[in-house]
């Protein structure tokens, strides 16, 4: 593979970034990249979407069905039912305002951990964290980053993990959800650490920035209503 194959493979990925930041369909974007990658490499689109991206995606939802299928019913049903804000209302109502990042990670970690689907998580976590952003004078970009951080280590850095993206390599390293526990969990408890700390200092250096005075916005309450 020369280098310029490389490069527009990595191209094809950024693109679908793009098109999925974007609010495209994932399906159709995918299809779209598998096209520029075809295109650029010079490989002919039936072989390179119908002969290798059809059959390869096929073959994953068929390996897969069952724990994607379970895992979409079971975020569902937690976000149907309420549970899942509940627990979330519960979480954050007990840490308090002043430890409200730590509380926001700690959600949707747990939520990831036991294999609620990505963008149920979202849907759920983003209208509340929102309200409490703006009750604690935070901008609304520093959620991506709090969120995904515990997204993050929930779904792929933790050992034990039901999410699906601890479960494929299962199926092609012989390996089993609880790989290295010892090391993963020491990664996630390192990565949980610095993580945790960069944004308790981004919250600072905002709030010194704006003149916020943190005392008063501590001593309040949590009310998320």
Do not use: H
């Not at 930041?21 to 990249?33: D, I, Q, R």
């Not at 963008?119 to 509340?128: G, K």
């Not at 609304?140 to 280590?153: A, E, F, K, Q, Y």
């Not at 408890?189 to 905002?206: D, E, H, I, N, Q």
Request: include cysteine; charge should be positive.
């Amino acid at each position: 593979m020369s280098t310029v194959q490389i490069i527009c493979m990595i191209l094809g990925v950024c693109l679908l970034m793009f098109l999925a930041y974007k609010g495209m369909n994932l399906f159709l974007a995918t299809v779209l990249c598998a096209l520029f990658v075809c295109f650029t490499n010079g490989i002919p689109w039936t072989d390179g979407v119908i002969a290798g991206y059809a059959a390869a995606f096929s073959g994953f939802v068929q390996s897969n069905l069952f724990v994607i299928v379970t895992g979409a019913i079971f975020g569902q049903m937690m976000s149907s039912s309420g549970c899942a804000e509940s627990i979330a209302l519960k979480v954050l109502g007990m840490l308090g305002r002043k430890r409200m990042l730590l509380g926001l990670l700690l959600v949707n970690m747990l939520f990831c951990y036991v294999g609620i689907a990505g963008f149920v998580v979202i849907f759920t976590i983003a209208p509340l964290a929102i309200i409490m952003f703006e009750k604690a004078q935070l901008p609304r970009w520093m959620i991506p980053t709090v969120t995904s951080l515990g997204t993050s280590i929930g779904c792929g850095v933790l050992p034990y993990s039901l999410d699906i993206l601890n479960y494929t390599p299962t199926r092609f390293l012989g390996t089993t959800l609880g790989a290295a526990p010892l090391l993963g969990f020491v990664a996630g408890g390192v990565t949980f650490a610095f993580g945790y700390t960069y944004c308790l200092r981004v919250r600072s250096k905002y709030y010194k920035s704006q003149g916020v005075d943190t005392a008063l916005i501590y001593s309040q309450p949590m009310d998320l209503a």
